[in-house]
């Protein structure tokens, strides 16, 4: 049976889940997000067994360590993953909500309804928790989703899904509302990407390779998560103890995400006194340093070429800048950023509020680090990933993010004339 075929039915299966779950309740959706959790407590061993099995292949193939980090299920990324549908079950379900009614001069009452987005594809790498934290959302805001992850999460992945499915069917849902595409080779995705019929929404989530490659060969809408080049600047008017500290953490915590620091830019007037401490605290860490030329006049580290300011690393690299002025900085972003996340350091409010206001990427902070651009962080329970395209959503997709609205009108014999 040829890919097109087998995707096709996977298509077909997952239309027809999506109409049942667009009218499941409340109830039923949070008792299979109940179920889910309960299945990844009791199967923990299983779980492990098979995220053994992937990172040993990983290791034999020479993944980094960055990659690594994020295929590996360990007990705080469990914990968070259960922790994550708890928060799902609590927020309140979004379909079927009526938001502005209002009447017309004819009488007709005119309104909107909020509905899922009905089956969204999602196409991945590594990291084997966006499987289900994926996978939670759109049953919450009932949707059917279609996964394809990485070959590197395969055993993770299909395991995983099982567990989910089995909650479905103890909440009376349709199982066909998770599937995940059953193998890892690539004329499968192509496949994918042509289920315009059946797939309204395709989500990439990876390196910026997958995602061009996803935006230039799919037929159906793409909601873009480009690559995250996240930017701190420390201000002038900083506390140069706590912009160590969240500098530090945006960039060494997990270096390997999205929301990690790429780019640090420090204001001329403490460069002086903060980059000789902060090349002492990265070093410690095992932080490759590429610097401007002023940066280089003050601590020895690599010179930074033009493709560092647009460099997604993803490792233990920090490009460093030394800018004159806020707006020269809030000037670097614009140019270099990828809309993703960043920060200001600073004591000043007029100028907290002139970079909120300046820079328009989908998470803009003040006193903290870049890597609370997150849904599970922001208290949206999970995330289905950033959107980095102001279309339809913007930042972290929660449940809300997976639906769109309908008008509705109400009549009483009403005709245009």
């Not at 233990?316 to 996340?341: F, R």
Request: charged share 25%; proline share 3%.
């Amino acid at each position: 049976m040829s890919w097109k075929t087998i995707l096709e039915e996977i298509g077909r299966r997952a239309k027809r889940a999506s109409y049942l779950m667009a009218k499941a309740t409340t109830d039923q959706k949070n008792n299979a997000l109940a179920a889910i959790a309960e299945g990844l407590r009791r199967e923990r061993g299983r779980i492990e067994e098979a995220n053994r099995k992937d990172v040993e292949q990983a290791r034999e193939s020479g993944i980094s360590g960055a990659k690594l980090d994020r295929l590996i299920l360990s007990e705080k990324v469990m914990s968070e993953m259960v922790a994550g549908i708890e928060e799902v079950i609590a927020w309140p379900d979004p379909v079927g909500k009526i938001t502005g009614l209002w009447k017309r001069p004819n009488g007709l009452k005119v309104g909107r309804m909020r509905i899922p987005l009905g089956v969204i594809g999602i196409i991945y790498e590594s990291r084997p928790n966006v499987t289900v934290d994926a996978s939670i959302l759109c049953i919450k805001s009932g949707n059917a989703v279609v996964l394809r992850g990485g070959s590197e999460a395969f055993y993770s992945n299909q395991c995983l899904v099982g567990i989910m499915r089995e909650g479905l069917r103890k909440a009376e849902l349709p199982e066909d509302a998770v599937q995940l595409v059953p193998t890892t080779e690539r004329e499968a995705v192509l496949e994918m990407l042509k289920l315009e019929e059946y797939v309204d929404v395709m989500i990439p989530r990876g390196g910026e390779e997958l995602i061009r490659f996803v935006s230039e060969n799919a037929r159906m809408p793409v909601l873009k998560h480009y690559k995250g080049v996240c930017h701190v600047y420390v201000d002038k008017f900083a506390d140069l103890s706590m912009a160590e500290t969240v500098c530090v953490n945006a960039k060494v915590q997990r270096p390997g995400v999205c929301n990690a620091m790429e780019t640090l830019l420090v204001h001329r007037d403490l460069a002086g006194k903060f980059l000789p401490r902060m090349k002492e605290v990265f070093d410690s860490h095992g932080v490759e340093l590429r610097g401007c030329p002023r940066t280089r006049e003050i601590i020895p580290c690599r010179e930074a070429t033009e493709e560092d300011w647009k460099a997604e690393y993803l490792d233990l690299i920090l490009a460093v800048k030394v800018v004159d002025s806020m707006n020269e900085a809030i000037d670097h972003i614009h140019t270099y950023g990828s809309a993703h996340t960043e920060a200001i350091i600073t004591e000043n409010y007029e100028r907290a509020w002139a970079f909120i206001e300046s820079v328009q990427s989908s998470l803009v902070l003040v006193n903290a680090s870049t890597r609370f651009n997150d849904g599970y962080q922001l208290g949206l329970g999970a995330e289905i990933g950033i959107s980095t395209s102001k279309l339809h959503a913007f930042g972290p997709m929660g449940v809300d993010e997976l639906t769109t609205t309908k008008f509705i009108a109400f009549g009483n014999g009403q005709i245009r004339t």
